[in-house]
């Protein structure tokens, strides 16, 4: 199975090299951002106030962290259900979010906003949390310490792993999958 | 009369908070074990055996298999000739919910209001379900849920006339808008009878009976087993990547029901399938 190294933050070119169904493993430092984030960022950008990240070529990984133990750079942080941020992607996309990775799947809206903005959706393997967290060097509340394990982490990831499922030419590995397996 | 002390289920009740979401159930283990041989595809191999892995990982390091710890779900079955002493049952499992969250690093996932959200900050309230049985024993069943896969969760009034064929409609039929969503391979609890209330607990405690156990009476063991081969039919595959193990079980739970309906109600689990017991 071919795997493709990202270095982050993305390019315009990362991302149309990529196809649903590549396997990617992704270095570099990206952002965490689960519900209660996007809605405060979104009503940052609808008033058109400065966001407490720059998002241009940045990675938003949707994940609610576990509590890190002594010695852990983070707990369990495995992919939260990405339907749920679709209300708010679109408005990401345009402000130059290139990559989100979740898991699960995303309304036309959110798909032809990623065609539109030249960005991608990934996936991680859901409640694969202990796993994926030894992918994660380094954990640092950058904004809403507020929200817990919502807050926005700026997190340092060495070879993370995720999967290409819709890219920005308007595939989707879940319809694909289905169509090469359902009997 | 035999005396519990409120002490006792807390403490009970915070070791189990953390075995059940460090340590994943050899059933589990062994229904994903089982799905990596009979997995054809290879997306859905990889993820089968990254799932094991990390099944692996959480028990050596003692951390949580997964970050969504979930909401923590009780059933309780409380012998009648059992008096508790020193305080209330919901406050000591409560408090040992408050206590095994903390000292087990698990993720604090409840808001106190549905609408203003603010997060209480130590996983409580738990929802306890409680049942009066006859004996002076204890029985604390503990099944921590993930948003996720609860979010993928419907009930439905069918008809009578609706009957076995409407039942296995509305189950297949949920699981394939679900996809990807609940992070299959899935374990799908059913409930068929009852009342609106009573359908939805029923498929709620259908999640909790060990893998690879059948219902009880041949005709339902016989449609739990017909109603997976139709779901792994779907194609949706582990992750959704494509594949034919979406669901590693469906187990269905009955009650009588009226004669004007058929409710029947769907809960999923995804593959982290946690549920430890204690008799006490």
Sequence with gaps: ?183 | MREITASTITEQVAEMCQEANIYLGDDVINALKKALVDEESPAGKEVLKQLIENVEIARNEKIPICQDTGFAVFFVEWGQEVHLTGGSLEDAINEGVRRGYREGYLRKSIVGDPLERINTGDNTPAVIHTSLVPGDRVKITFAPKGGGSENMSTVKMLKPSDGVEGVVNFVVNHVRESGSNPCPPIVVGVGIGGTFDKVALLAKKALVRPLGRPHPKPFYASLEQRILKEVNKLGIGPQGFGGHVTALAVHIETFPAHIASLPAAVNINCHVARHVERVI
């Design chain 1, 1 to 183: 199975m071919k795997v493709k190294h990202l270095h982050t933050p993305l390019s315009d070119e990362d991302v149309l090299g990529l196809k649903a169904g590549d396997n990617v493993l992704i270095s570099g430092v990206i952002y965490t951002a689960r519900d209660a984030a996007h809605k405060k960022m979104v009503e940052l950008i609808e008033r058109g106030e400065p966001l407490p990240i720059d998002l241009k070529g940045q990675v938003i990984y949707y994940v609610g962290p576990a509590p890190a133990k002594p010695g852990q750079a983070i707990g369990s942080a495995g992919p939260t259900t990405s339907g749920r941020m679709d209300a708010y992607t679109p408005l990401m996309l345009e402000q130059g979010m290139k990559a989100c990775i979740g898991k699960g799947l995303r309304s036309a809206a959110v798909k032809e906003a990623l065609e539109k903005n030249k960005g991608v959706y990934l996936a991680a393997v859901g409640g694969a949390g202990a796993l994926l967290s030894k992918r994660i060097i380094s954990s640092e509340v950058v904004a809403y310490p507020e929200l817990g394990a919502e807050a926005i982490h700026r997190l340092e990831v060495k070879d993370f792993p995720a999967t290409v499922i819709n890219d920005a030419y308007g595939n989707d590995l879940y319809e694909e999958g289905i169509k090469a397996y359902a009997r």
